[in-house]
């Protein structure tokens, strides 16, 4: 099943600009995130790894696109249930929603408690 996007609607538009916002962010951590790994390594080899480094991180992140993308589209209804309050359906893409947004939380929390219990991580 293909799913060709309507490029008149302003929420493609939306869509597209903040997907490219975030990719940007997330370059930038990368660029830092491997320059300070490429620093622990001799000089002579550090351009060749960074290099590396960038290209990986490029592949990893298209083919992680290419893949939510398609869990996305996954959204025929797996698990239902039926409350006498309440019901409800999930799809694969709801519960790759749900699941994402508990991990940041939880990951969140786990970094606001750490940075108020000021426990410190021992340097390797």
Not at 11 to 17: E, G, Q, R
Not at 19 to 45: H, Q
Not at 81 to 103: P, R, V, Y
Request: hydrophobic fraction near 50%; charged fraction near 15%; glycine fraction near 6%.
């Amino acid at each position: 099943m293909s799913y060709i996007p309507d490029f008149t609607s302003g929420n493609v538009w939306i869509s597209l600009l903040t997907l490219t916002f975030l990719e940007i962010v997330l370059g930038i951590d990368n660029i830092i995130f491997i320059t300070i790994i490429c620093s622990r390594i001799e000089p002579d080899k550090q351009s060749r790894a960074r290099t590396w480094g960038l290209f990986i991180a490029m592949l990893m992140r298209i083919t992680l696109l290419f893949g939510i993308s398609a869990f996305m589209a996954m959204q025929k209804p797996i698990l239902s249930f039926h409350t006498a309050l309440s019901s409800g359906e999930f799809s694969i893409q709801s519960l790759i929603l749900i699941s994402g947004g508990l991990f940041l939380l939880y990951k969140a929390s786990s970094e606001i408690f750490e940075k108020l219990e000021g426990i410190d991580h021992p340097q390797t």
